[in-house]
């Protein structure tokens, strides 16, 4: 934990892997929400937004 992802790709795949998760109910919200991501992150559905939004704060 605590480490910062630099590839987008990497980071996309991650995305939809807990999106995917979530729609089969393999992965539970409070799973997701422990990873650090927040539901309407995750909604965004676009690990580039999330990081332009974070840096920018």
Request: aromatic share 8%.
């Amino acid at each position: 934990m605590g480490n910062t992802f630099d590839d987008a790709a990497t980071g996309q795949g991650l995305l939809n892997f807990f999106l995917r998760g979530m729609a089969c109910g393999a992965i539970t919200e409070q799973e997701v929400l422990a990873t650090g991501i927040t539901l309407d992150e995750l909604r965004s559905r676009s690990f580039v937004r999330i990081v332009n939004n974070r840096t920018r704060k």
